[in-house]
């Protein structure tokens, strides 16, 4: 058993994925979840696969829905809750565990930030989940996508293991932007109500993700903005390997990530399951750069709309053509 006892505050799909490997690895790992996670795992554990065969099972899981269970004693505290909620789980990581080395692995921009603010004192490092993990049954985890675990530079423990690899980064900020620009994709897939290498593989749909980066790269340009590359190009030639004709992008494609046929965005979870999505962390957080700077993201702004209307609804995924996310007649 590794010294570190570590907590994962907000045990969703990555935090399930990310802990339960860590578990393997032989940490203490403390789950704080919801209560059908807790019961899900208190029954079976986890099981965990991926893109490249991996199958794990993870038998023993400690699991609360108690903050002050889950969190009294952590030397480290992944922090993987939604955006909306960091600032609630910082207050509850400054109560119970004050003294703790603390990551944010959570989607957008500004989540360490906060939490900095309301743990003065604390080590709090920024960070970006690359992969995208799909959750197939209750404690079922797939990752679905590939890529590296990276971390604002600093002291670590050493997490990286055989099935995940933990780097840290001197520009992370930098690389959240550049990692939000892809997760902009996001809210489409939700929208599309599909699995997203059909969505990758069908030119409309890619020429429409296309349109709506180059419309947030505009704006971050006018914020003085630099996003960094979190794949093997740099973001402003993103859309242009979007663009190209399907079977020259599949090429091109398969030398930048690797995807399988289950993995469809966070965002589309979200409304499966009638949660509230991070629609202010991605397109939100562009929008506000949009007004600051005296720019127009149309585009983005209605990816916002149709998402805040498909949480409303509460009927999951909406299933749209991609005319009808563009906002013109079929």
Not at 9 to 25: D, N, Y
Not at 38 to 47: D, H, T
Not at 187 to 192: G, T, Y
Not at 222 to 231: L, R, Y
């Amino acid at each position: 058993m590794n010294r570190s006892r570590i907590t994962i505050a907000g045990a969703g799909s990555i935090g399930c994925f990310v802990g339960g490997l860590l578990v393997h690895q032989g940490f203490d790992v403390r789950f704080l979840a919801r209560p059908s996670m807790i019961e899900a795992v208190r029954k079976q554990g986890l099981r965990l696969s991926d893109f490249g065969g991996l199958d794990l099972h993870v038998p023993e899981i400690l699991a609360f829905e108690d903050e002050e269970q889950a969190l009294e004693g952590a030397d480290l505290v992944l922090v993987c809750v939604k955006a909306g909620d960091t600032e609630k789980m910082g207050r509850a990581i400054n109560t119970y565990a004050r003294s703790a080395q603390v990551i944010s692995l959570q989607n957008g921009v500004g989540n360490a930030s906060t939490l900095r603010d309301v743990l003065p004192g604390a080590d709090v490092r920024g960070g970006m989940v690359p992969f995208n993990v799909v959750s197939s049954a209750p404690g079922q985890y797939h990752r679905a996508t590939s890529g590296d675990i990276l971390v604002e530079q600093g002291p670590l423990p050493e997490l990286s293991g055989t099935h995940a690899t933990w780097r840290s980064v001197d520009n992370i900020e930098a690389v959240q932007w550049g990692k939000l620009l892809i997760n902009l994709g996001n809210a489409v897939n939700a929208l599309a109500d599909m699995p997203l290498l059909d969505q990758l593989n069908d030119r409309k749909w890619r020429l429409l993700m296309a349109d709506q980066m180059i419309e947030a790269l505009r704006v971050l340009r006018a914020a003085n903005i630099s996003p960094a590359k979190t794949s093997a190009v740099p973001p402003g030639l993103i859309p242009h390997i979007l663009r190209l004709p399907t079977p020259l992008f599949r090429v091109v494609a398969s030398q930048m990530l690797t995807i399988d046929r289950q993995a469809r965005s966070s965002m589309w979870d979200d409304l499966q399951h009638g949660r509230k999505t991070e629609i202010e962390a991605l397109q939100g957080a562009i929008l506000q750069l949009a007004e600051r700077f005296g720019r127009q993201a149309p585009l983005n702004a209605r990816m916002r709309v149709l998402v805040r209307a498909a949480e409303t609804a509460a009927d999951g995924p909406p299933g749209l053509g991609v005319e009808q996310v563009r906002g013109q007649k079929s």
